[in-house]
Nanobody, 113 residues
Framework: QVQLVESGGGLVQPGGSLRLSCEAS????????MAWHRQTPGKERELVAL???????NYPDSVRGRFTISVDTAKTPVYLQIANLKPDHTAVYYC???????WGQGTQVTVSS
């Protein structure tokens, strides 16, 4: 069964960092383009990081330099490292396999003092 499960979210103080993980089952992530998105209440889901099957990554200007996506090719996780968190990074973060529209259930990140 093809499945994605995110973890690593939680309550973090401003200025802190987090590493979100996305465990995949039923397929090998290194063979697909994988992405992280985020969503806040009342807003559309927003792409924050994309990594192609060849390893090239892309980010929107709003997060470039602060978000880093990576894949552990020896295992399955897709990671999203977020540095210097700000309150407006509060959202549910979702992992996505772009082909086939596979989504995880999301992990909540709350940035607050």
């Amino acid at each position: 069964q093809v499945q994605l499960v995110e973890s690593g979210g939680g309550l973090v103080q401003p200025g802190g960092s987090l590493r979100l993980s996305c465990e995949a089952s039923g397929f090998t992530v290194s063979g697909y383009a994988m992405a992280w998105h985020r969503q806040t209440p009342g807003k559309e889901r927003e792409l924050v990081a994309l990594i192609a099957s060849g390893g090239h990554s892309n980010y929107p200007d709003s997060v470039r330099g602060r978000f880093t996506i990576s894949v552990d090719t020896a295992k399955t996780p897709v990671y999203l490292q977020i540095a210097n968190l700000k309150p407006d990074h509060t959202a549910v973060y979702y992992c996505n396999r772009t082909i086939g529209g596979i989504w995880g259930q999301g992990t909540q990140v709350t940035v607050s003092s």
